[in-house]
């Protein structure tokens, strides 16, 4: 079990972190923030005894000048409370870029960042990443695949009006990477790249949306496909959700299709639940996950791991509608009405219970709740 301590763990890639700690059950990571950093004797309390160090924090994107300045105050603050710290980290791991040392403020700024920490500690781990892409990303900030993401799931079109070619890695391999996990079928330290045009991201995204926007699952060949599709998904929560299906009725009865899926089959199952009582309480990393409720009344209620809030939807087996988990969301479903709930369940993937990708966490903390319009 390791004991992290992070900087940075606020951002994009902090938070994939946090959540792959979750994954692991290690302790929930310190957290240093920007104003800690400020203070060389509180970075010192906060990093002691820490098994391994892992330094996120930087500045991406605004003024040259500040963006150069930026990430070398920063590795100079962390630098001066090591210093200080009588029992150090037994690793420091600094998250580079492959831009680091090609010339621009950003690069040259990362070089110089990681030049500084290696003085303090000349067992840095310097680990440079390359563009990720992952759920929850940045819009319009410093991700392509986000934008293109948030552009989609509003109903907008994304434009293209540079096509060249791009390497990316999925942000909880990065995560993998900086913290030292282990390889599982849910990530790769060895950080897999998803190699494509820009054009080419633009039109997959573009037919998972067109798939995903009356319910259906898109052909999902691959680990970047799934991660890809999930990332678009995360985005699409909860504004999106539920998705209501078609019933076709006749004299027969009704009928209903509650999974397409192409190009896979994956796993259906159903289970059935007593009145007051809850199943779930549990977050996926990479599986997708369909709940459609067939008899009875339920609520089914998810919060994103790291977060209070917590989003609820009431659904029926009178009304036909699927609510899709969203990867790293903590989730359960609770039987609300007086009879016995028929639930059915779909999972692109068939269960392997020596690698489940499932993490027991409850939903429900003291949080406000969200009720999506």
């Not at 573009?206 to 890809?228: F, K, Q, V």
């Not at 027969?252 to 199952?269: M, P």
Request: proline content about 7%; aromatic content about 8%; hydrophobic content about 40%.
């Amino acid at each position: 079990m390791t004991r992290l301590a992070v900087t940075g763990a606020e951002g994009f890639l902090g938070w994939h972190v946090r959540v792959l700690a979750r994954a692991l059950g290690w302790p929930d990571p310190t957290v240093i923030g920007r104003t800690d950093l400020a203070d060389p004797g509180r970075v010192a309390t906060l990093i002691q005894g820490a098994d391994r160090l892992v330094h996120i924090a930087g500045v991406n994107r605004g003024d040259p000048a500040d963006v150069a300045g930026g990430n070398v105050q920063l590795a100079l603050a962390l630098a001066r409370g090591l210093r200080r710290c009588v029992s150090p980290p037994g690793s420091v791991v600094f998250a580079n870029s492959i831009q680091a040392g090609n010339g621009t403020p950003y690069g040259d700024s990362k070089a110089a960042a990681a030049a500084t920490l290696a003085e303090v500690r000349p067992d840095l781990i310097d680990v440079r990443l390359p563009n990720l892409y992952g759920e929850h990303g940045r819009p319009f900030y410093n991700s392509l695949t986000a934008t293109f993401c948030r552009l989609l799931a509003d109903g907008q079109e994304p434009e293209v009006f540079e096509d060249r070619e791009l390497s990316l890695a999925h942000v909880t391999d990065a995560a993998a990477r900086l913290i030292g996990a282990p390889a599982q079928a849910s990530w790769d330290p060895a950080m897999p790249l998803l190699r494509s045009g820009v054009r080419e991201l633009a039109d997959q995204l573009t037919a998972y949306s067109t798939s995903y926007r009356s319910g259906e699952i898109p052909p999902l060949p691959d680990r970047h496909a799934i991660r890809l599709f999930n990332t678009y998904r995360s985005f699409c929560f909860p504004q999106h959700y539920p998705i209501l299906l078609l019933r076709r009725s006749d004299v027969r009865g009704d009928l209903v299709e509650a999974v397409k899926s192409y190009g896979g089959g994956g796993q259906t199952f159903y289970s059935t639940t007593r009145p007051g009582i809850t199943r779930g309480e549990h977050f996926h990393m990479a599986k997708v996950e369909r709940f459609a409720v067939v008899r009875g009344s339920a609520e089914i209620s998810l919060r994103r791991v790291g977060h209070d809030d917590v989003v609820r939807f009431s659904v029926s087996g009178e009304e036909p509608m699927v609510v899709d988990m969203p990867t790293m969301w903590v989730h359960n479903i609770t039987n609300t009405g007086p009879d016995e709930l028929l639930t059915l369940f779909w999972t692109n993937e068939v269960f392997d219970p020596a690698c489940p990708d499932t993490y027991p966490e409850a939903v429900d903390t003291a949080a406000r709740v969200v009720v999506p319009a």
